[in-house]
């Protein structure tokens, strides 16, 4: 079951080291319901992941990964059971669908680049956590370059001495009155009473040239920083532009945040991070599956199979960061397989996805779970959504049983694609409601079993209908 929304704030952060395998399921649990087997073993492939940064240098080296096949229909809980794994380990972690690569030699994506966006989400992950240690230096440099805007300093005066070697009363008077004007601006400026008036602040010219480079490589073999080639070009011009101080104070606190950032740590870090903790999910593994036949559209499927094998096993990626080794980055594969087996993948990459997990189509029973159990669940999520209008939302045990039985039906009855049926049924169950919830701002409605039997029934009753709709 996909579940997208966030958890709370107040949700107890728990360190990694301390989270054993039965604690890494029942986080688990919170989101996603059932598939006990895919659970433990994500949880296990984690653990090991932890054990290995315990162990001597030269025996971590030698413990390598060991990938997840996870073989189930659509809707399970296949991808989101991978996301929340990432988010609970704080890994960088992309998702990616093997059938958008081609094989080398073909148009399209080569299988590389899975690495360097991998590596691209590493380094936006800490970037962000650096980002967290340098805001308050960051608002304090740019408060002080808005008061020197708003109040520019002023020469310092010259001391006047008598013949005797005295300061004449009176020389720092000016510089006095500078520092309490410069006290009180700062104070309005923290009360938001300057946040209308208009100044003029330097910000850098972010309109670059446009040119096309036209290569044989691709863009992605092509990771040249042309603004390190031509620095008089790019990015060094400065222009004035007029804007309100609250927006001026914005512009400059990302700019002073820029520049207590050292870059450079968070490339490293973040290269190191997603060699020892990356976590890349494999969807649609089944789609290159095919043997090849020689001719046709899918000419090039065990091609992109051979080049994700080196991927899997371990090799050296070149980025525009650096070379990135991907030995030790976990490969979570998902596919439905309803057409081909995972025996019709080639024997190498069969034998790089040691652990296989077949997870389970889903019950009536699961669906009001779903329904009803996860932190965000579907209930929870629609109930928040009309709050926001006025209205109040209430279902009945009944209509979440009615609710589900509708989903498992036409799962049944068309194509099954899991609790992601449950979003279908529930859009049309609440579309009235939906429309005119602006209108019914204060009012308590509650949702029954026939509510739902009465949005429903004329769709259920015709079946070409609801192929089409449901």
């Given at each position: 079951?996909?579940?997208?929304?966030?958890?709370?704030?107040?949700?107890?952060?728990?360190?990694?080291?301390e989270l054993t395998p039965r604690e890494?399921?029942?986080?688990?649990?919170?989101?996603?319901v059932g598939q006990k087997d895919a659970k433990r073993a994500v949880a296990i492939a984690l653990r090991n992941r932890m054990r290995r940064q315990k162990l001597t240098p030269e025996l971590s080296e030698e413990v390598i990964p060991k990938n997840i096949i996870m073989i189930g229909p659509t809707g399970v809980g296949k991808t989101e059971i991978a996301r929340r794994l990432a988010k609970l380990a704080n890994s960088p972690f992309l998702k990616v669908e093997a059938s958008k690569f081609t094989e080398v030699g073909y148009v399209g994506r080569d299988v590389e680049s899975m690495i360097r966006d991998l590596v691209e989400i590493a380094i936006e992950?800490?970037?962000?956590?650096?980002?967290?240690?340098?805001?308050?230096?960051?608002?304090?440099?740019?408060?002080?370059?808005?008061?020197?805007?708003?109040?520019?300093?002023?020469?310092?005066?010259?001391?006047?001495?008598?013949?005797?070697?005295?300061?004449?009363?009176?020389?720092t008077s000016t510089g006095d009155s500078q520092s309490r004007t410069?006290?009180?601006?700062?104070?309005?400026?923290?009360?938001?009473?300057?946040d209308e008036r208009m100044v003029e602040i330097d910000v850098r010219e972010r309109n670059f040239p446009s040119f096309e480079i036209i290569s044989n490589q691709g863009v992605e073999e092509m990771d040249v920083n042309i603004k390190d080639m031509l620095p008089n070009i790019f990015g060094q011009r400065t222009k004035k532009r007029k804007m309100?101080?609250?927006?001026?104070?914005e512009y400059l606190i990302q700019e002073e945040e820029q520049r207590l950032i050292d870059m450079d740590q968070v490339t490293r870090t973040a290269i190191d991070r997603v060699e020892d903790a990356g976590i890349i999910f494999l969807d649609e593994i089944d789609k290159i599956a095919g043997r090849e036949s020689g001719h046709g559209p899918d000419v090039s499927r065990e091609g992109v199979q051979r080049d994700i094998l080196p991927i899997v096993e371990g090799t050296t990626v070149n980025t525009r960061y650096g070379m990135v080794r991907t030995d030790h980055i976990l490969f979570v594969a998902a596919g439905a397989f309803h057409v081909s087996k995972p025996s019709d993948l080639i024997p190498e990459l069969q034998g790089r996805f040691p652990i296989r997990v077949e997870l389970q189509s889903l019950t009536m029973a699961d669906f009001i779970r779903i329904l009803t159990e996860p932190k965000s669940s579907l209930v929870k999520q629609y109930t928040?959504?009309?709050?926001?209008?006025?209205?109040?939302?209430?279902?009945?045990?009944?209509s979440l049983e009615e609710i589900a039985r509708f989903a498992f039906r036409v799962n049944e009855g068309t194509e099954n694609i899991g609790a992601r049926r449950l979003h279908t049924i529930m859009e049309r169950v609440l579309d009235q409601i939906s429309f005119d919830a602006p209108d019914k701002k204060g009012e308590h409605v509650?949702?029954?079993?026939?509510?739902?039997?009465?949005?429903?029934?004329?769709?259920?009753?015709?079946?070409?209908?609801s192929r089409y709709i449901l």
């Amino acid at each position: 079951m996909a579940i997208y929304l966030p958890g709370t704030v107040d949700e107890e952060q728990v360190s990694l080291d301390e989270l054993t395998p039965r604690e890494i399921v029942a986080e688990l649990d919170k989101h996603v319901v059932g598939q006990k087997d895919a659970k433990r073993a994500v949880a296990i492939a984690l653990r090991n992941r932890m054990r290995r940064q315990k162990l001597t240098p030269e025996l971590s080296e030698e413990v390598i990964p060991k990938n997840i096949i996870m073989i189930g229909p659509t809707g399970v809980g296949k991808t989101e059971i991978a996301r929340r794994l990432a988010k609970l380990a704080n890994s960088p972690f992309l998702k990616v669908e093997a059938s958008k690569f081609t094989e080398v030699g073909y148009v399209g994506r080569d299988v590389e680049s899975m690495i360097r966006d991998l590596v691209e989400i590493a380094i936006e992950m800490v970037r962000e956590e650096k980002l967290e240690d340098v805001t308050d230096k960051a608002e304090l440099n740019a408060e002080e370059r808005l008061l020197d805007i708003l109040l520019p300093p002023i020469a310092p005066p010259r001391t006047e001495a008598s013949p005797a070697g005295f300061v004449l009363e009176g020389s720092t008077s000016t510089g006095d009155s500078q520092s309490r004007t410069r006290e009180k601006l700062r104070q309005q400026l923290r009360e938001g009473k300057l946040d209308e008036r208009m100044v003029e602040i330097d910000v850098r010219e972010r309109n670059f040239p446009s040119f096309e480079i036209i290569s044989n490589q691709g863009v992605e073999e092509m990771d040249v920083n042309i603004k390190d080639m031509l620095p008089n070009i790019f990015g060094q011009r400065t222009k004035k532009r007029k804007m309100k101080v609250n927006e001026a104070l914005e512009y400059l606190i990302q700019e002073e945040e820029q520049r207590l950032i050292d870059m450079d740590q968070v490339t490293r870090t973040a290269i190191d991070r997603v060699e020892d903790a990356g976590i890349i999910f494999l969807d649609e593994i089944d789609k290159i599956a095919g043997r090849e036949s020689g001719h046709g559209p899918d000419v090039s499927r065990e091609g992109v199979q051979r080049d994700i094998l080196p991927i899997v096993e371990g090799t050296t990626v070149n980025t525009r960061y650096g070379m990135v080794r991907t030995d030790h980055i976990l490969f979570v594969a998902a596919g439905a397989f309803h057409v081909s087996k995972p025996s019709d993948l080639i024997p190498e990459l069969q034998g790089r996805f040691p652990i296989r997990v077949e997870l389970q189509s889903l019950t009536m029973a699961d669906f009001i779970r779903i329904l009803t159990e996860p932190k965000s669940s579907l209930v929870k999520q629609y109930t928040a959504l009309l709050e926001t209008e006025g209205v109040k939302l209430e279902f009945t045990p009944d209509s979440l049983e009615e609710i589900a039985r509708f989903a498992f039906r036409v799962n049944e009855g068309t194509e099954n694609i899991g609790a992601r049926r449950l979003h279908t049924i529930m859009e049309r169950v609440l579309d009235q409601i939906s429309f005119d919830a602006p209108d019914k701002k204060g009012e308590h409605v509650k949702i029954d079993a026939d509510y739902v039997r009465h949005m429903l029934a004329d769709i259920v009753k015709d079946q070409d209908l609801s192929r089409y709709i449901l």
